[in-house]
């Protein structure tokens, strides 16, 4: 039906039934519209009339008026039910907060089709929709200063690293004012790794903000306390008052309350994991990242924003701190993985200090040891270095130890050369202690060539004499002592 067409039949005379045949439509539809135009027209003539609305009656198409118009189908039984089905969805929310076991519109009509009612899916979607009221949320746009605000997330990525496809966690630190974004790579999102983005990211940019914003993720909620109160985790009020920042923690499911940080977890994601996701090790991954941040913050306003930021603090040293007593084998346990300690703090009591990426470990206030974070579960690093006061009174015992086959490289001049003299590779271990595991092999890796050399004399023609042989041999093995003494 053509509203504009019925005003055109009537200007040009028709009455209300020729108009009628010709549209094929009712007369009294078309006496309607025509009476509405002759009225719209009579009020634009009035004082004060609001021309512009009048005229959008007039121009624009026919409206109905669907206010007053009953359902048929939908009866005072299925919507007590519907009710029901509601107010069981909220105890259910309320019972497990956050869920993904909400019931759509398809499983509750779905439930009122099987209580016997014939309704359809469109009228009980509307029904729900007017019950629940929901109404759209108006954001506010939001202006920061610099220095004033850092936002705080973790997101998770998916990289292949030795060959094997796993997931790790970034740490994301942005800043909405100098648009800027960093980020940290973890195998995990425990508390280390928490308080060890922070601290980086810190001391990277020479200062710290005036406040930090978050969710409500386990490293900065210990517990909810009714409806809208919530205990920081200790740790978290430790860093912020030793930095001086303010900690502001968002609403639940209030994902927009630090939009920043949440556009910057998938701008970091696919910006520089997106091309290239296959690396050698943890540690290319790790400063991969790092110099693609550089290229991705170039037109950030970070270095004017540094001016703004608080003082920069002497960086804070924070690690997990134990106190636990050397086992027989000369381990201590920390995270479920084993860490080797030198033989002689066997049942003794140690102070272990558990960081993100090392384990430090302190007898009588004296750092000890140190060694790097092993993952997983029941995994064991182990330091031949620690042994070798045992190992000097039980050289039998090094051909099968876990300390050596560690090693592969090692065990692997030992079976050649050591295997019949145990005493003497432990020996030749002690001249070097002091030295890291990698000199350590280049050093027996230059025993096994001139070991060669000495297998070749060894077989010089019979004919020279015993005394030419034996001086020849001692020549050599007095250059084997020196080299190796020297980590040739």
Known sequence: MDKHTIIRLKQQGKSNRQVAELMGINRKTVARYWNQFNENISKLEEQDADTALIQETIIGPPKYDSSSRKTIKYTKEIDKLLDEILSEEEKKNTLLGNHKQKLTYLQIHDLIRRAGHDISLATISAKIKEKRNKIKECFIRQLYDFGDRLEYDFGEVKLVIEGKTATYHMAVLSSPAANFRWAFLYTNQKKEAFLDSHIRFFEMVGGCYKEVVYDNMRNVVSKFIGKNEKELNPDLLILSNYYGYQINVTNCFKANEKGHVESSVKIVRNKIFANRYKFSSFEEASSYLQENLVKLNESSKIKEESEYLLPKRPKLEIGKM???????????????????????????????????????????????????????????????????????????????????????????????????????????????????????????????????????????????????????????????????????
């Open 322 to 488: 134990t106190l636990q007593k050397v086992s027989s084998y000369a381990f201590v346990q920390v995270d479920k993985n084993f860490y080797s300690v030198p033989d002689y703090l066997v049942s003794c009591d140690v102070l272990i200090r558990n960081y993100v990426d090392k384990v430090k470990i302190y007898s009588n206030n004296q750092l000890v040891c140190t060694h790097k974070k092993v993952d997983g579960v029941n995994e064991v690093s182990i330091d031949i270095r620690h042994y070798l006061n045992s190992l000097t009174k039980k050289p039998g015992a090094l051909r099968n130890s876990l300390a050596l086959k560690s090693l592969p490289e090692l065990k692997s001049i030992y079976d050649k050369h050591f295997i019949k003299n145990p005493r003497k590779f432990v020996e030749l271990l002690v001249m070097h202690t002091d030295k890291s595991i990698e000199e350590i092999i280049d050093s027996f890796k230059a025993y096994e060539k001139i070991s060669a050399n000495i297998t070749a004399i060894d077989s010089i023609p019979s004919q020279k004499t015993i005394d030419q042989r034996a001086k020849q041999q001692i020549e050599k093995y007095s250059l084997l002592y020196s080299s190796v003494g020297q980590g040739v």
